[in-house]
T-cell receptor, first 113, second 115 residues
Framework: RKEVEQDPGPFNVPEGATVAFNCTYSNSASQSFFWYRQDCRKEPKLLMSVYSSGNEDGRFTAQLNRASQYISLLIRDSKLSDSATYLCVVMRTRGSTLGRLYFGRGTQLTVWP | DVKVTQSSRYLVKRTGEKVFLECVQDMDHENMFWYRQDPGLGLRLIYFSYDVKMKEKGDIPEGYSVSREKKERFSLILESASTNQTSMYLC??????????????FGSGTQLSVL
């Protein structure tokens, strides 16, 4: 079973729409959670960390449910510039003291005018 | 801003060639990583290093080796390139790895084609 599972999409939404992405992780020992964003033909970049209490950064809201091993990302008032692939990422230590990141395959979002 | 530089954006090699992919970071980060990214498979960890001359296997190390002789430089080596190693290779670095909110900084990637 994959460490991190995401719906690959694609999600095609109009500007101004609200869109939600979901992600599940298989290992309950996972310690930290993130959303990364990857633009076409570019490298991934950290969008936001995800905290147990849920957190918000402008139009973006991330939620974590440890009991269900479920992570979500909500984007409100979508902009054209939000078009990208969103990667769900979990971290846990495995053997060494260095935390290792496990990436989902990504969910593709296209926002149209 | 942290800069992670990969030596080539595009590379074309022949089957059986020895291939070196170079990565340099300029922020004195302790940890460096090599991933490959393939459509439908996402990012997969090949090798990582948490100190000079230290390395650990990731999830798909077969057919690869690495070298970290200096803190800022982490090289990925394909001893004998094969067509199934055609992929986008991404190098990344992070500061300590001990923090639970560790941020990875990625290079812009090397698209390797093995013919």
């Amino acid at each position: 079973r994959k460490e991190v599972e995401q719906d690959p999409g694609p999600f095609n939404v109009p500007e101004g729409a609200t869109v939600a992405f979901n992600c599940t992780y298989s290992n309950s020992a996972s310690q930290s959670f993130f959303w990364y964003r990857q633009d076409c033909r570019k490298e991934p970049k950290l969008l936001m960390s995800v905290y147990s209490s849920g957190n918000e950064d402008g139009r973006f809201t991330a939620q974590l449910n440890r009991a269900s091993q479920y992570i979500s990302l909500l984007i409100r008032d979508s902009k054209l510039s939000d078009s990208a692939t969103y990667l769900c990422v979990v971290m846990r230590t495995r053997g060494s003291t260095l935390g290792r990141l496990y990436f989902g395959r990504g969910t593709q979002l296209t926002v149209w005018p | 801003d942290v800069k992670v530089t990969q030596s080539s954006r595009y590379l074309v090699k022949r089957t059986g060639e020895k291939v070196f992919l170079e990565c340099v970071q300029d922020m004195d980060h302790e940890n460096m990583f090599w991933y490959r990214q393939d459509p439908g498979l996402g990012l997969r960890l090949i090798y990582f290093s948490y100190d000079v001359k230290m390395k650990e296997k990731g999830d798909i190390p077969e057919g690869y080796s690495v070298s970290r002789e200096k803190k800022e430089r982490f090289s990925l080596i394909l001893e004998s390139a094969s067509t199934n190693q055609t992929s986008m290779y991404l190098c990344a670095s992070s500061l300590t790895g001990a923090s639970t909110n560790e941020k990875l900084f990625f290079g812009s990637g090397t698209q390797l084609s093995v013919l």
